[in-house]
């Protein structure tokens, strides 16, 4: 019953998007230590209190990325389909006037998700043949400002989201076309999002956040075959209950103020990969004799190191610059086309532009490519060489009350 058993493609390592906020993206993906705007609700809620006033923040990327694979010995190749993902964020937030010390502020942003879609007639096609995954989470988020030199903040996380995957099933019908599985659910989950903010002086600055667990459950998903009729019987349409962790992320930053109109910043991200170490079904009727299929993931934990650099060269105009190293949580052996993942070098870029007091443009652009990854995927004895590239551009503005 491998052959039901899905993983997820996204943009960075993983099946985690690092998508949250424009400036943050432009900067290599940080944002932990500076509070820059409302973004800071998912980077370090900690830092919401430090805001000077309320802002409304709204932005949308576009991942635009593509897995190519290649079978050196049977001389076998192919690519994903062309396709966009377009991850948003929307933020409320910031400090509420005349409550000294106090931010308050809600978040919808999309940490995971992404897709991939391969040729239906493809050589893995029985491993994978597309897959998508969304994932929303809501943060009522608070902060306080104990004094000049400490924040903190907590938020509760609900989430929701929705999967979806097809693939084809090695039973072939008078014509020789192969089955077809397709498994959709709806899922949700609970989490929290805690964070400290700590400013050394007006030129350093930093920060620590934890961003726990939330394991997404799909209740009821629907499981629907189609097969030959002879064995129709043995591949009924039922439901299935099944759960996929989203890894809690353990985040600390500095930032540094080398020049008056200068900011530069690291980030390390340590994210829990270990928490994916199977992936399971249940289902409501028995599938090909069983009701539970179970594949080993085994994935390891896994820190992402982020550098970015912040210049005001006017009033309304801001660079900035940045990149990352994120690297494969995926052991060799467990690496299959339905995440075909590599270390990552990300490149990063954007600016800012306020052709209001209050109102704020913002434009950002990530390069990611992956390692050449010669691999093997022992569960469906499928091997080969995978590369990823793409790139995620994105806008998005503030308003500041």
């Known amino acids: 019953m491998g052959f039901l058993l899905p993983s997820l493609m996204a943009f960075s390592a993983g099946y985690q998007l690092n998508l949250q906020g424009l400036r943050q993206l432009a900067m290599g993906g940080g944002g932990t230590a500076v509070p820059w705007d409302a973004a800071t609700i998912f980077y370090n809620p900690g830092g919401l209190s430090r805001l000077d006033n309320f802002q409304v923040y709204g932005?949308?990327?576009f991942i635009n990325a593509r897995a190519q694979y290649v079978n050196e010995e049977t001389g076998i190749s192919a690519r994903?389909?062309?396709?966009i993902y377009p991850p948003f964020n929307v933020y409320a937030g910031g400090t509420i006037k005349g409550v000294k010390g106090l931010g308050l502020g809600v978040g919808i942003y999309t940490p995971f998700g992404s897709g991939v879609s391969w040729e239906d007639s493809w050589t893995g096609r029985h491993i994978i043949q597309n897959i998508s995954l969304q994932v929303v989470f809501v943060q009522p988020t608070v902060s306080y400002k104990i004094n000049e030199a400490v924040s903190i903040g907590a938020g509760y996380v609900y989430a929701f989201g929705n999967v979806k995957l097809q693939r084809a099933i090695p039973l072939q019908n008078m014509s020789g076309q192969d089955g077809q599985a397709e498994l959709k659910g709806n899922a949700k989950g609970m989490g929290y999002n805690l964070g400290i903010s700590l400013k050394a002086s007006e030129r350093l600055h930093f920060g620590i956040s934890y961003r726990s667990r939330v394991d997404m459950r799909v209740k009821d998903g629907d499981a629907n075959f189609t097969v030959p009729a002879s064995v129709a019987s043995t591949f009924p349409n039922t439901s299935f209950d099944a759960t996929l962790p989203l890894p809690e992320v353990l985040s600390v930053g500095v930032g540094f103020k080398p020049l008056e109109h200068l900011t530069l910043q690291a980030d390390f991200n340590l994210t829990g990969w270990k928490a994916y170490d199977s992936l399971s079904f249940n289902y409501g009727k028995a599938v090909n004799g069983?009701?539970?299929?179970?594949?080993?993931?085994?994935?390891?934990?896994?820190l992402a190191s982020r550098i970015g650099a912040h210049y005001q060269a006017t009033n309304s105009f801001a660079i900035m610059l940045g990149g990352a190293y994120d690297p494969s949580p995926i052991r060799d052996g467990y690496v299959s086309p339905d995440l075909p993942d590599a270390n990552r070098i990300v490149l990063t870029g954007g600016f800012s532009y306020k052709p209001a007091t209050k109102l704020t443009i913002l434009a950002a652009i990530e390069y990611a490519t992956s390692d050449r990854r010669d691999s093997h995927y022992d569960e469906a004895a499928f091997s080969g060489r995978y590369q990823t590239k793409?790139?995620?551009?994105g806008i998005g503005i503030t308003y500041d009350f």
Not at 80 to 83: I, L, V, Y
């Open 390 to 393: 793409g790139i995620v551009p």
């Open 59 to 61: 932005g949308v990327m």
């Open 290 to 302: 069983t009701l539970r299929s179970s594949a080993p993931r085994l994935y390891k934990n896994r």
């Open 80 to 83: 994903t389909k062309k396709e």
